[in-house]
């Protein structure tokens, strides 16, 4: 069962690539790049992800679909990490911790691309991939209600769907 959000923010955690989705389920984290940490130090103690990774998790743009795949609260505030870490030729300084609820199966979860036209957050339904193009995304209430109603049924417990992704994302 997942926590109630009556007045926390909810974000679309937007992951762009397969190893940083690994980094973020496996250790319970979010890193930011240096040119968002300072919209990143709005994010609050007790807000909402319903983590999303794009089709570029899953190596092909052109066939993928970003998913959304699980559900976490943010467990602290953003400062600066011990230790970076680095994905390619990124860096990232600063980073929060997050409690995952749940996870979907490995590349399964709720397709945004069919709920686009149901999401207030996308104004422009023909160029709505534009607005993931950031680490996340304020969702309206009405919006991650209805990802949050979609996702509900395909989530398993945390520890149950961590290993596929260790696996998957190595």
Request: some cysteine; overall charge positive; aromatic content about 8%.
């Amino acid at each position: 069962m997942t926590p109630a959000f009556a007045t926390s923010s909810t974000y679309l955690l937007i992951l762009n690539a397969k190893k940083p989705l690994g980094w973020v389920v496996s250790r319970q984290r979010m890193a930011f790049p240096t040119g968002r940490v300072r919209a990143a130090r709005a994010l609050e103690t007790g807000d909402e992800l319903l983590i999303y990774a794009t089709s570029g998790c899953f190596r092909n743009p052109n066939r993928g679909e970003g998913l959304v795949m699980g559900h976490a609260t943010i467990t602290s505030k953003v400062e600066a990490m011990e230790t970076p870490v680095s994905f390619g030729d990124r860096t990232f300084h600063e980073g929060c911790s997050l409690r995952m609820h749940g996870l979907t199966s490995y590349r399964e979860g709720v397709r945004l691309r069919d709920l686009v036209p149901n999401l207030d957050v996308f104004p422009n339904k023909d160029a709505w991939g534009g607005r993931l193009r950031r680490p996340f995304l304020e969702m309206p209430r009405k919006d991650a209600d209805l990802i949050r109603r979609e996702l509900q049924p395909m989530l398993k417990p945390y520890q149950v769907a961590l290993p596929l992704y260790l696996a998957a994302t190595a």
